[in-house]
């Protein structure tokens, strides 16, 4: 793609960083085939070419984002499923990143709008005030439909039923490994994850530690700034990512660490970008550092290697989040490790398409997340499934709201396979 940025603006990383990309995309459409929301609304708009060309044509003029191009943009999930299917190599996360930016800079949004956003940035990344926030949207669920903004319905809409007790094991601490010691590890322990379901770190130390591994939970350690990044709150999100940084380096720098273990994908994908995210600052060194040693848990746990299993006479319908399978090109780890535990492993038709959850994306389109749930919920319910897996919190709660077939994180179904409890989904009633 030809592009006309200035000397002057080249000057600015951001924008020569997206003029790169710009030019590596040669119009093919690829793209195309594999958007959710080109195929859910059939807008060119909606499609990967269609935004990178709204995007060329905001950054070059260097003019504020308009309404057009910001409802383009914000119907995009950040499922870069385009980056899986582009020949070119076009980094369109980073260029999408970028333009999210340059609309919160430049774009007032109407006051609805910027009060929801404003409420899930100071919400959702810190547990307390989620699980005071899921309190009170109890209170207010029985009144959803009379509420007229579709969001804040689907807010309400997606309350879980249950809330768990605060986990002990979410605190900083270090969890010695059973057995000879194999490595020392340090686990990502989220944030809007510790309010929804404590099991997953629960299962994620249990399992480590019988494989020989010492888990950290480091102090200091928050939300890994996913949230408000692709909200284009960047200062807010690299705050974020300054302190896990820095709480990680700080592991680093005294017992070691052998890598950094996360067991929610989106977290992941943001965790291994922090390298990107801060070339140009002072931190840049200790974030290649940081992202260099994360590693989804399925990664680590094909580098540990599980001893084989029996048939477990389990169906297990296995969902690739788009985090996971896209963002971080992990495919098939997590398939290959309930299969080497005994289970019969399944996946759905068009597997590589999102499910609509995609961070807070549920709460801000639900139209369009509502109808990609539908899709993603009748492609695993198609393969009769005991159980479905899935290896982020989104996804988890997104596709269990549609669903009554257990859904659960894979990292549980392996821990139970390996001698931990059986998943709480799976309990009777």
Known sequence: MQ???????????ALARSNEILRSCVHCGFCTATCPTYQVLGDELDSPRGRIYLIKEMLESGRPADQRTVRHLDRCLSCLSCMTTCPSGVHYMHLIDHARAHVEATYKRPITDRALRFVLAKVLPYPMRFRIAIALAKVGR?????????????????VPKRVP??????????????GAP????ALMTGCAQKALNTDINDSTIRLLRRLGCEVVVPAGMG?????THHMGREDEAHGFAAANIRAFMAEVRGMGLDAIVINTSGCGTTVKDYGHMFRNAALADEARQVADLACDVSELLMQIGLPEGAAKGMRVAYHAACSLQHGQQVKTA???????VGFEVVEPADSHLCC??????????PAISKELKSRKVRSLEAKSPDV?????????????????????HTVELLDWALGGPQPRALQPE
């Open 142 to 158: 029985p009144f959803a439909r009379l509420i007229p903004d579709a969001r804040v319905q689907a807010m309400l809409d997606m």
């Open 356 to 365: 609509g959850s995609a961070g807070t994306y549920n709460l801000l389109q």
């Open 3 to 13: 592009t006309f940025f200035t000397e002057e603006q080249l000057k600015v990383p």
């Open 165 to 178: 007790p605060v986990s002990g094991n979410d605190d900083p601490q270090s969890f010695a490994a059973i």
């Open 334 to 340: 997590p398939k290959d490790l309930l299969k080497r």
């Open 182 to 185: 194999r490595m020392r590890v």
């Open 223 to 227: 939300c890994c700034g996913a949230l």
């Open 388 to 408: 479905i897996a899935a290896g982020n919190i989104g996804c988890m709660m997104q596709i269990g709201s549609g669903t009554q077939v257990p859904v659960v």
